[in-house]
């Protein structure tokens, strides 16, 4: 098989995984969707203002999906988007006490799961695997 029908393959098993898993245990009200934009959102919160054009360009997702999915976030209370006063199409988004605690309850379930994925794998493959899979990523994000 050639790379990219390896890589597809894993992804698919690994996004089973997840669902599985947190199904099994229904310890999370988040979709994966969902908990990679709380954790994007966490990571560079505090830093400046956060934005949904700040988002846009982390995540390389459209303007709507961006936008529906902190739509979803701010009515399950995860997030506050908030206007700036100077100018009206600019929003800031910040986390909630909710969507922290769900942010740190799904960091637990990922960092579970990525023991199951790593337990047959070397510190350095693990090391190599992952500075790989950060190259591929900017192989393929389309640069604004």
């Given at each position: 098989?050639?790379?990219?029908?390896?890589i597809h393959?894993t992804?698919?098993?690994?996004?089973n995984y997840?669902?599985?898993y947190?199904?099994?245990?229904?310890k999370?009200?988040?979709t994966?969707?969902e908990a990679m934009t709380l954790?994007?959102?966490?990571?560079?919160?505090?830093?400046?203002e956060f934005?949904?054009k700040?988002?846009?360009?982390?995540t390389?997702?459209s303007?709507?999906t961006?936008s529906q999915?902190?739509?979803?976030?701010e009515?399950k209370?995860f997030?506050q988007i908030?206007?700036?006063?100077?100018?009206?199409?600019?929003?800031?988004?910040r986390?909630t006490?909710?969507?922290?605690?769900?942010?740190?309850?799904?960091?637990?379930c990922f960092?579970e799961?990525?023991?199951v994925?790593?337990s047959?794998?070397?510190?350095e493959e693990v090391?190599s695997?992952?500075?790989?899979?950060?190259q591929?990523r900017?192989n393929?994000?389309?640069k604004?």
């Amino acid at each position: 098989d050639t790379l990219i029908c390896q890589i597809h393959q894993t992804s698919n098993c690994i996004d089973n995984y997840v669902t599985n898993y947190m199904v099994q245990r229904g310890k999370t009200l988040l979709t994966p969707m969902e908990a990679m934009t709380l954790r994007i959102i966490y990571q560079h919160y505090g830093e400046n203002e956060f934005s949904a054009k700040d988002l846009m360009r982390f995540t390389s997702l459209s303007k709507a999906t961006t936008s529906q999915n902190l739509k979803v976030l701010e009515k399950k209370n995860f997030v506050q988007i908030e206007l700036k006063d100077d100018d009206k199409r600019k929003k800031t988004i910040r986390l909630t006490a909710l969507g922290l605690e769900n942010l740190r309850l799904e960091d637990r379930c990922f960092s579970e799961m990525s023991d199951v994925i790593q337990s047959q794998l070397s510190e350095e493959e693990v090391k190599s695997l992952v500075k790989s899979l950060k190259q591929i990523r900017e192989n393929v994000t389309i640069k604004k």
